[in-house]
């Protein structure tokens, strides 16, 4: 029985491979997303699974629909196929837009507000929000979430920094809870 690879360490040895073109390296991740909106469908899931159907097939179909002419990624189409963790593409994917991120300073940021933000607040909290993080440049998505009351709440990576009313309250009844 073969050992189970991580997707952290295949993006990892993909973006070592392909780390000095930014081009390239987001061309990857379009294709890694797509690989694993491709790999979600139930059919071809059934075929990845298949054991009749060659590995050739496999990548000369997923190849085709990507529209994917790139011979290093084909090769990593088959290499995937071979070791059987094609079905880990949306792993891959996140783990390697992680790792393009955090090599280029840049992050993806939820910011979650009470109320609509105006632009000229969006900037302002945007620089806020890079210095609480510690990242260059942020790709926001801004939510809006009524619950919060007032305020934001921000999720960068695995951290989330909480400056909404609800999450005032909650630390306050927290604290009283366990007085």
């Not at 934001?152 to 005032?168: E, F, H, I, W």
Request: with cysteine; glycine share 2%; proline share 3%.
């Amino acid at each position: 029985m073969q050992a189970k690879i991580k997707p952290a360490t295949i993006a990892k040895a993909v973006l070592i491979n392909i780390q000095s073109d930014n081009q390239l390296c987001e061309k990857w991740l379009d294709l890694l997303k797509g690989l694993s909106i491709l790999i979600s469908d139930p059919l071809m899931k059934r075929i990845i699974r298949d054991p009749n159907i060659p590995s050739a097939t496999i990548v000369s179909l997923c190849s085709k629909i990507l529209k994917a002419e790139d011979t290093s990624f084909l090769q990593f189409l088959a290499v995937a196929i071979k070791y059987q963790i094609l079905l880990e593409a949306k792993a891959i994917s996140s783990q390697f837009e992680k790792l393009l991120h955090e090599r280029s300073g840049t992050a993806n940021v939820t910011i979650c507000t009470a109320s609509k933000v105006t632009k000229q607040n969006q900037k302002q909290l945007l620089k806020t929000i890079e210095e609480i993080f510690g990242v260059e440049h942020i790709k926001p998505e801004f939510v809006v979430d009524t619950s919060l009351i007032s305020g934001y709440k921000a999720t960068c990576r695995d951290k989330v920094y909480n400056a909404s009313m609800l999450g005032q309250l909650k630390t306050v009844h927290q604290s009283l809870i366990y007085q």
